[in-house]
């Protein structure tokens, strides 16, 4: 899938993008929520840039991972607005700077869009393989009233795939956006 991905025209990638900004800048989701957590394509991932854009736009707070630590191998996320300074981590993917009196705890987000390499349809997601999204929000699993942020995984269509293993500690998506439709999952009422 990465490889795939990877072999993806500029131009093709610019579709999908618009497709994508198209679909979610009318889904409920995206339209009632305050505060959001993008990420920064690379490598052919799906890239939410000019969906950003519009969040930004409508006056909406904008956060992006970065690695965390303690605990162990889990995000942080810091507000970004466009043309402030980045750093790589230490896989090289950029981040904000370190701005500790500003961070947002995990669970103060209403929506997050996760990059992902495939998604099944019970929306089970294979990410990199690092598992940092499943440890920042393993708390979801304790809750059995709200279940915020939603978890809206964001790909090509091509991505979804029949099955993927699903481990105890994975933490499920509540959608995906594709350039094509939008897959819910967990019979969700988001839409």
Not at 22 to 39: D, G, V
Not at 49 to 61: D, E, S, V
Not at 139 to 150: D, I, L, M, V
Request: charge should be positive.
């Amino acid at each position: 899938m990465r490889a795939r991905r990877q072999q993806l025209s500029p131009q093709v990638l610019r579709q999908h993008s618009q497709q994508l900004l198209r679909l979610t800048s009318n889904y409920k989701p995206f339209r009632h929520s305050s505060r959001i957590a993008f990420y920064l394509a690379s490598r052919g991932e799906m890239d939410p840039m000019p969906l950003m854009y519009l969040a930004m736009r409508a006056g909406k707070l904008i956060y992006l991972p970065a690695l965390r630590n303690r605990p162990a191998n889990s995000l942080w996320f810091k507000p970004y607005r466009i043309g402030d300074r980045l750093i790589d981590n230490r896989f090289g993917i950029p981040e904000p700077r370190s701005q500790h009196g500003r961070l947002i705890m995990p669970w103060a987000i209403d929506t997050v869009f996760v990059p992902l390499v495939a998604f099944d349809g019970s929306g089970n997601r294979l990410g990199m393989g690092g598992g940092y999204y499943d440890r920042t929000f393993a708390f979801k699993r304790q809750r059995n009233h709200w279940k915020g942020p939603r978890l809206i995984g964001v790909a090509h269509e091509f991505q979804h795939v029949d099955s993927l293993p699903n481990q105890h500690w994975d933490i499920p998506l509540d959608a995906v956006i594709t350039e094509a439709c939008i897959h819910t999952f967990n019979n969700t009422e988001i839409n």
